[in-house]
């Protein structure tokens, strides 16, 4: 038996139950992420539920060069990129801009306190959020009752095209600031104390030891979760998305997705949307591919 067929077998017996335990999640994967990959091939095809996958007849590119010819495709794209470039300029440094203002706060019960508050917005439904916003941002809502108090008309915020993106992403830094967080003040954790005690001794105040020792010290963390976020670039969820939009404010607020949803599911063009799917995956991995490759090269942080 070769050395590294030794090997192997000896690790198996060794951590047998380690392996078993994580046969579950292996399983997961392959079942649910690798096994639907063999339905790729719908994008390339004619696809025709009753002949089935390999009864359709191939047709090429002829949906990729569709989907880039028709007049969706630009606002598509353009919808896509700015909402996830907004939620990476807002949405992302808001939960490392709060963590660091938990730092600093040496009452307990006051930091555990602000911490649950903000915390508790992650628990709560997509559909009951946006069930919030369209009771408070409705003509007769709480926010219209408090700007006809200045004289202002009612707004129609959720009719307004203008209007959609920032509350798309103010929405989503209520509700998720407080637990992204939670990583952050775990990197901030694991900093060594003593290279504060030395930063105190050398006369530097608190907006200093942050600068110079507790951004440096949580930047590897900083740099992966930025890595991991532009890997999910052209991947607006959604689900919130399709709670949130109607027809009149597709121009801002019609996305990658909810194209794919509304032409694959309600319309049924399974091709096309699986075309269209299969294009936002590519662009994503290589956008997660390129911002690794910048990383690596400008820095030590990397993912791989």
Do not use: C
């Not at 079942?31 to 091939?41: I, K």
């Not at 915390?119 to 439904?125: K, T």
């Not at 027809?247 to 599911?265: Q, W």
């Amino acid at each position: 038996m070769p050395a590294r067929r030794r090997t192997v077998v000896k690790d198996l017996r060794r951590n047998k139950y380690i392996y078993l335990m994580a046969l579950p999640v292996v399983a997961y994967y392959l079942v649910f992420h690798y096994g639907p990959m063999y339905g790729l091939l719908i994008a390339f095809k004619d696809f025709n539920t009753s002949a089935g996958i390999w009864g359709s007849p191939w047709v090429g590119f002829d949906h990729f060069k569709d989907f880039f010819q028709s007049h969706y495709f630009g606002r598509l794209l353009r919808n896509t990129v700015l909402i996830n470039v907004y939620e990476l300029l807002f949405a992302f440094p808001a939960s490392i801009v709060l963590a660091l203002l938990l730092n600093e706060i040496r009452s307990s019960m006051f930091k555990r306190t602000i911490q649950t508050v903000s915390y508790l917005p992650h628990f709560i439904s997509i559909v009951v959020v946006v069930g919030m916003m369209v009771d408070f941002l409705a003509t007769d809502g709480l926010i219209n009752q408090l700007i006809a108090l200045f004289g202002l008309e009612p707004i129609s915020f959720l009719r307004e095209p203008g209007w959609f993106r920032f509350l798309y992403v103010s929405s989503g830094i209520w509700q998720s600031i407080g637990w992204g967080s939670i990583i952050y003040l775990a990197a901030i954790s694991n900093i060594d104390p003593a290279l504060y005690e030395a930063a105190k001794m050398d006369g530097a105040g608190r907006w200093k030891q942050t600068l110079h020792i507790t951004i440096p010290g949580i930047m590897p963390t900083i740099v992966i979760l930025l890595i991991l976020n532009m890997g999910s670039m052209m991947s607006v969820g959604s689900e919130k998305v399709l709670l949130m939009y109607n027809p009149l404010t597709y121009e801002t607020a019609d996305v990658i997705s909810t194209f794919v949803y509304r032409k694959g599911i309600l319309e049924a063009n399974y091709g096309y949307t699986a075309a269209v799917g299969l294009f936002n995956a590519v662009i994503s991995f290589a956008l997660i591919v390129t911002a690794n490759g910048i990383s690596k090269r400008v820095s030590e942080n990397k993912l791989w």
